[in-house]
């Protein structure tokens, strides 16, 4: 599949005039995904799991398949590790308020510098009320994680590591493999925020051997609204249900209530029916691209905007490592992030301006805010020849 046949799978994007560059705040969706989710509306909705009617069965069975899917694309043992969420945010507070139990006073609880406030937030919560320690990987200005200190940051006291595979600020890609290594050789456990990584990296939960797993819909092509958390069997079964409903029970009296089994343990309510039918159309998209190819179209992007940046002469990119995907923050000398995002919005280009939540970052490089461009496999050259042209206006403007 060549640049032009995807593009011509996005409405959004094909429209004459826009150039999209927010895809790490969310992508935009292939037709496959609205028509999945338009024509399961139109003829086979009805609730799952708890209907004896046909179509509620012929429900069940689809929404169980797209479970089958996401075992299978991320390299699960078992489809009762992967667990439906709203999107990532939730699956992190549910292991973090479900991992509670196994932190006490003096245990160390680690992130990076870098981290999404989805993934610090309930993590200084939990630290917060177990009294245990918050502690954070430090990063150099190229947005690559000081490792050097490793064997002191992690060490006996440490439960739980809950790092980013990918900064959504700088695109870094982290060595995940060496610190869920370190992790297991003390016998902590590791969770992997793959928001960033999971439409743009293979990943195979097995051969990395992590605790714990989560990404949104939203940002792989497919619908807000769902989300998947990834955890090995013998730790979500020991892990306490952090939201109570229906669906996920066994037994109920008002004395006492016994819960379901996994993963349906986790998925109190009514679930994102429709919306976990177009995740799976999202998977079905990305799988048939194929993850390499799409890795390989938004390296070149990124190689193509770096080169082409240095047109600008008061561009700076903050975070300038080697590894990483197709997410660039910047700055000009003169111009407010904000403002660099409103006139760039007048050319037709849409990019990020902001903290983009991660004001951690931000205070890392001692900035209130940068410019974002990010890519997706629908993005093309003449994207970042736009984006430089309304850059090279703006340079101007406030010089
Ligand atoms: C790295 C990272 N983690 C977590 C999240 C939170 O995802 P959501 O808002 O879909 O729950 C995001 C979203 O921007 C992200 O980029």
């Known amino acids: 599949m060549n640049n032009e046949s995807i593009v011509k799978q996005f409405p959004v994007i094909e429209k004459e005039g826009l150039h999209y560059l927010d895809s790490a705040a969310t992508c935009q969706k292939p037709n496959c995904v609205i028509d999945a989710m338009t024509n399961f509306y139109k003829e086979e909705y009805a609730t799952v799991h708890r209907g004896i009617y046909d179509l509620s069965q012929k429900s069940t ?16 043992k078992s489809e009762k590790e992967v667990i439906f969420t709203r999107g990532a945010t939730e699956a992190i507070n549910l292991v973090a308020n479900g991992f509670a139990a196994f932190i006490s006073e003096g245990d160390e609880i680690v992130v990076t510098e870098t981290e999404h ?3 610090l937030l309930p993590w200084q919560k939990i630290a917060k009320q177990k009294k245990a320690k918050l502690i954070v990987i430090p990063i150099l200005d190229s947005g690559d994680l000081i490792l050097d200190n490793i064997d002191k940051i992690i060490n006996q006291n440490t439960k ?15 060595p995940i493999e060496t610190i869920i290594k370190k992790a297991h050789s003390i016998g902590a456990k590791v969770l992997i925020d793959a928001c960033q990584s999971v439409s743009h990296i293979p990943i195979n939960v097995m051969s990395l051997d992590c605790d714990f797993l989560c990404f949104s819909g939203h940002k792989c092509y497919g619908p807000t609204g769902i989300g998947v958390l990834y955890g090995k069997e013998e730790l979500l079964n020991k892990m306490e249900p952090y939201q109570l409903g229906g669906d996920m029970i066994r037994t109920v009296t008002f004395e006492e209530s016994t819960f379901a089994e996994l993963p ?23 799988k048939k691209i194929g993850l390499e190819k799409i890795s390989s179209i938004e390296k070149e992007l990124l190689e193509y905007a770096l080169k082409e940046f240095k047109k600008i002469k008061t561009l700076k990119v903050i975070g300038d490592t080697k590894n990483k995907t197709g997410v660039i923050s910047f ?5 407010h992030p904000h ?61």
């Open 61 to 76: 069975i689809k929404y169980n398949n797209v479970r089958r899917q996401i075992k299978d694309f991320i390299g699960a």
């Open 160 to 174: 739980i590591i809950a790092i980013q595979h990918v900064s959504n600020v700088l695109g870094t890609i982290h």
């Open 331 to 335: 700055t000009l000398e003169n111009a």
């Open 339 to 399: 403002d660099i995002g409103t006139l760039c919005d007048s050319f037709g280009v849409a990019i990020r301006a902001g903290h983009h939540c991660s004001q951690t970052t931000m205070q890392h490089y001692n900035v209130a805010a940068t410019a974002r461009a990010s890519f997706a496999c629908y993005n093309t050259k003449k994207d970042i020849d736009k984006l430089v042209e309304a850059l090279l206006y703006i340079e101007e403007m406030f010089e």
């Open 117 to 119: 406030h989805a993934n």
């Open 264 to 286: 349906m343990k986790f998925e109190a309510g009514t679930p994102p029916i429709v919306e976990v039918i177009g995740l799976g159309e999202a998977i079905n998209f990305i």
